[in-house]
């Protein structure tokens, strides 16, 4: 269906089109995940609802909810949920044999992370070119609120500092000369770590900052990967279960 495809496009709707044939069955309720990769997910998931298929979804951003409504996928809000979601499908900028990311780099992170705890369990999508042997070298997102975002860049400059991470730029993130804003009205700041040495210990830390709304680093949540090539091969890696550094309610 679609032609011409880059290697690495054809990898991440490759690995799009095996989470629709394990995950989008008929009455499934999905989290859509944000970004490019997963973006790949929503459309492959578009031509089985063309074909038939009954399900719903809750995305994870408004692009993303304008990708699903022109597919014609039936979607709900977050706030309309008795039950959690069977799963969230969503891609990561980097991922760690560990099944650990970071995730941001499209200034989606709250809403990713809000829609995967409100999900039985979470599934990480990528092409091969995504995993890495430690996280790090993709600069971490970190969701602030615009009022005072300086003292709070200033806080999080001394929090890393205390855990070991000298010398990092804090780069307030930009478009076309202005500020990054996310779906919820807030600032990215991006630092670039090179090498995450304690992912849970950094993650909760960095959260216990005012003015942190959130970071991107998921740490204990995805329970498998698919990875993909720009063959179209896709295999399955099972992660082994291990406690999230934040224990959402819902999670079984």
């Not at 930009?174 to 950094?202: C, H, M, W, Y």
């Not at 830390?205 to 179209?232: C, H, K, Q, R, Y």
Request: hydrophobic share 40%.
């Amino acid at each position: 269906m679609y032609d011409n495809l880059s290697p690495q496009d054809a990898a991440k709707y490759a690995a799009g089109k095996a989470a629709v044939e394990r995950y989008a069955k008929d009455g499934a309720r999905l989290g859509l995940g944000s970004g490019t990769t997963s973006g790949w997910f929503v459309r492959a998931l578009g031509e089985k609802v063309a074909e038939g298929l009954d399900v719903v979804g809750v995305p994870t951003s408004n692009s993303t909810r304008d990708l699903a409504l022109s597919l014609n996928i039936k979607l709900i809000d977050l706030n309309d949920l008795t039950e959690p979601l069977d799963v969230t499908i969503d891609g990561p900028d980097e991922v760690d044999k560990d099944g650990d990311m970071i995730k941001g780099g499209g200034a989606c992170l709250l809403w990713e992370r809000l829609v995967a705890e409100a999900s039985h369990k979470m599934v990480c999508i990528a092409d091969n070119t995504k995993l890495v042997d430690h996280l790090g070298n993709f600069p971490l997102p970190i969701e602030v609120i615009p009022y005072g975002w300086k003292a709070t860049r200033r806080s999080i400059s001394a929090l890393l500092k205390d855990l070991g991470y000298e010398d990092k730029d804090i780069i307030q993130r930009q478009k076309d000369g202005e500020p990054v804003v996310t779906d919820s009205g807030n600032f990215i700041l991006d630092v670039r770590l090179d090498k995450i040495t304690d992912k849970a210990l950094l993650d909760t830390n960095l959260n216990w900052l005012a003015g942190v709304v959130e970071n991107g680093l998921f740490t204990g949540i995805a329970s498998e990967i698919i990875m993909a090539s720009p063959d179209g091969s896709a295999k399955i890696i099972d992660l082994p279960h291990r406690q999230p550094a934040r224990r959402p309610e819902w999670r079984s």
